[in-house]
C-alpha cells in the first residue's frame, strides 16, 4: 500500500523569505500523481500544484514549485515570497494513476506559519 | 471550474439521532464520490468511495453500518451518520472529479461539522 510521509509537523516563515515543505511518499507503482493541498482556517482544501510521475520536469505554479526526485521518493514544496495568505495546513498527497476508483492518500499536514 | 457543494456546512445532533450530509457536483457529472473524515489537527483519512448506482466501498474500519452511503445520481452522494455518539463527531468532507477524467484533481466539498452532544 502506498504512504505519504510529512516530517515537518510545524514550520515557520518571514515574510517574503521562502520556505521548504518537506514530503516523501513510497509506492510500487511507476505511473502516479503527486499533490499538494492547502487547507486554511476555512478548512477548505485548495490544490496548490500536482505534479505526474512521467514528467521529469519539476511542476511550477507562480510562487510555488516543487522538487520532484521519483529514484528517492521525495516531493518537497516550495514557498517563495511567502505572504501572510500562505499561513495554512500544507498536505502532500498521493494517487495513482488511471482508474475512477483510485484513492487520494494524504500525508500528516505541516501547519505553515507567517511571520509578518 | 467544477464545484462541489455539500450541506449542511454544519449540525448539531442529539445522541442516537441520525444525520444525513449531501455532496453535489453542482456543474459536472461526478461517477465517483470519495467521503473523508478530519479530526482537528489531523490529516483527511477516507473514509469510504461512493459509486454512482452501486455500493459504496468502504476503508477497513469504517462502519457500513453506520455511516450509510448513497450515491443514487451522478451529481449527488449522501453520508447518512446512524445513531450518532459523541464520537463521531468531526469534520467530514467530500470530494469527485468529473466522469471519464479519472487522471483530473479531485474536487472537494467545504465540509460539514458535525456536533453530536
Known amino acids: 500500500a502506498q504512504t505519504v510521509t510529512q516530517s515537518q509537523p510545524e514550520m515557520s516563515v518571514q515574510e517574503a523569505e521562502t520556505v521548504t515543505l518537506s514530503c516523501t511518499y513510497d509506492?510500487?507503482?511507476?505511473?502516479?500523481?503527486l499533490f499538494w493541498y492547502k487547507q486554511p482556517p476555512s478548512r477548505q482544501m485548495i490544490l496548490v500544484i500536482r505534479?505526474?510521475?512521467?514528467?521529469?520536469q519539476n511542476a511550477t505554479e507562480n510562487r510555488f514549485s516543487v522538487n520532484f526526485q521519483k529514484a528517492a521518493k521525495s516531493f518537497s514544496l516550495k514557498i517563495s515570497d511567502s505572504q501572510l495568505g500562505d499561513a495554512a495546513m500544507y498536505f502532500c498527497?498521493?494517487?495513482?494513476?488511471?482508474?475512477?476508483?483510485?484513492?487520494?492518500?494524504f500525508g500528516t499536514g505541516t501547519l505553515l506559519a507567517v511571520q509578518p | 471550474g467544477a464545484v462541489v457543494s455539500q450541506h449542511p456546512s454544519w449540525v448539531i445532533c442529539k445522541s442516537g439521532t441520525s444525520v444525513k450530509i449531501e455532496c453535489r457536483s453542482l456543474?459536472?457529472?461526478?461517477?465517483?464520490m470519495f467521503w473523508y473524515r478530519q479530526f482537528p489537527k489531523q490529516s483527511l483519512m477516507l473514509m469510504a468511495t461512493?459509486?454512482?448506482?452501486?455500493?459504496?466501498?468502504?476503508e477497513q474500519g469504517v462502519e457500513k453500518d453506520k455511516f450509510l452511503i448513497n450515491h443514487a445520481s451522478l451529481t449527488l452522494s449522501t453520508l447518512t451518520v446512524t445513531s450518532a455518539h459523541p464520537e463521531d463527531s468531526s469534520f467530514y468532507i467530500c470530494?469527485?472529479?468529473?466522469?471519464?477524467?479519472?487522471?483530473?484533481?479531485?474536487?472537494f466539498g467545504n465540509g460539514t461539522r458535525l456536533t453530536v452532544t
Open positions: 456543474d459536472f457529472q461526478a461517477t465517483t
Open positions: 505534479q505526474e510521475a512521467y514528467k521529469q
Open positions: 498527497a498521493y494517487r495513482n494513476y488511471g482508474g475512477a476508483t483510485n484513492k487520494l492518500i
Open positions: 509506492t510500487s507503482e511507476s505511473d502516479y500523481y
Open positions: 461512493s459509486n454512482e448506482g452501486s455500493k459504496a466501498t468502504y
Open positions: 470530494s469527485a472529479f468529473l466522469s471519464g477524467a479519472y487522471n483530473s484533481p479531485l474536487h
